[in-house]
């Protein structure tokens, strides 16, 4: 089982290190509204993800990976909701400067948890990492198959929280620098809209990987 364990960690890291739509969306809401927000965005991302936790210790996630549907359904809900963020973003880029503002209310925790759970819990990359990468790691003739399969999987949340609250602490490092001029903040508005935007589309049309 550690033999299966380090190998798993070392494919997970790789997979999770990427930045994807989990990132963004950390970045984005560490920016409009600090280190706080930033990192219950990565609490909210890793809750979502627990639900393919418990699904892959239950078999389900194995179930969906063989079926055509539940992967396009599951798919095309996280890009769709990835372009939703995108668009709000830019037809909301100037409120950014209101973010930064002592005066401002700061991005309720509550918002931030929500909109990283939807992400978590619709991101393809926890899919295709839970449901067709995980089972390949579990050594069936130690047995306790959905045991170890917990194990894998909270392991990898794990170093997806790590990765995520990374992000968010580097995101809030640079906060005061963008906060000096509204025009950087509407400039990072806008770009963060359309590399949600990208993501998503990415997502929506990039095939399944068997």
Do not use: C
């Given at each position: 089982?550690?033999?299966?364990?380090?190998?798993?960690?070392?494919?997970?890291?790789?997979?999770?290190?990427?930045?994807?739509?989990?990132?963004?969306?950390?970045i984005?809401?560490?920016l409009?509204?600090?280190?706080?927000?930033?990192?219950?965005?990565?609490?909210?991302?890793?809750?979502?993800?627990?639900?393919?936790?418990?699904?892959?210790?239950?078999?389900?996630?194995?179930?969906?990976?063989?079926?055509?549907?539940?992967?396009?359904?599951?798919?095309?809900?996280?890009?769709?909701?990835?372009?939703?963020?995108?668009?709000?973003?830019?037809?909301?880029?100037?409120?950014?400067?209101?973010?930064?503002?002592?005066?401002?209310?700061?991005?309720?925790?509550?918002?931030?948890?929500?909109?990283?759970?939807?992400?978590?819990?619709?991101n393809?990359?926890?899919?295709?990492?839970?449901?067709?990468?995980?089972?390949?790691?579990?050594?069936?003739?130690?047995?306790?198959?959905?045991?170890?399969?917990?194990?894998l999987?909270?392991v990898?949340?794990a170093?997806?929280?790590?990765?995520?609250?990374?992000?968010?602490?580097?995101?809030?490092?640079?906060?005061?620098?963008?906060?000096?001029?509204?025009?950087?903040?509407?400039?990072?508005?806008?770009?963060?809209?359309?590399?949600?935007?990208?993501?998503?589309?990415?997502?929506?049309?990039?095939?399944?990987?068997?």
């Open positions: 089982m550690l033999a299966q364990l380090i190998a798993f960690l070392g494919v997970s890291a790789i997979v999770i290190a990427t930045p994807g739509p989990d990132t963004a969306l950390t984005r809401n560490t409009m509204g600090g280190r706080r927000a930033g990192i219950f965005t990565a609490l909210g991302v890793s809750s979502g993800q627990a639900i393919w936790t418990l699904a892959t210790a239950a078999g389900i996630a194995a179930l969906l990976a063989a079926s055509e549907p539940a992967f396009l359904a599951v798919k095309i809900a996280g890009a769709a909701y990835l372009i939703w963020l995108g668009i709000q973003a830019i037809r909301h880029r100037k409120a950014l400067s209101a973010a930064f503002s002592t005066a401002a209310a700061p991005r309720g925790t509550f918002r931030a948890v929500r909109e990283g759970f939807t992400v978590g819990v619709t393809p990359k926890a899919f295709i990492l839970f449901g067709a990468v995980l089972p390949q790691f579990v050594n069936r003739a130690a047995g306790h198959v959905p045991e170890q399969m917990l194990l999987a909270l990898s949340i170093i997806g929280l790590a990765s995520d609250s990374t992000w968010g602490v580097t995101a809030s490092a640079v906060r005061t620098w963008f906060a000096r001029s509204p025009r950087r903040l509407e400039l990072v508005g806008g770009a963060g809209g359309l590399a949600m935007i990208s993501v998503g589309l990415t997502v929506a049309v990039t095939g399944r990987q068997n």
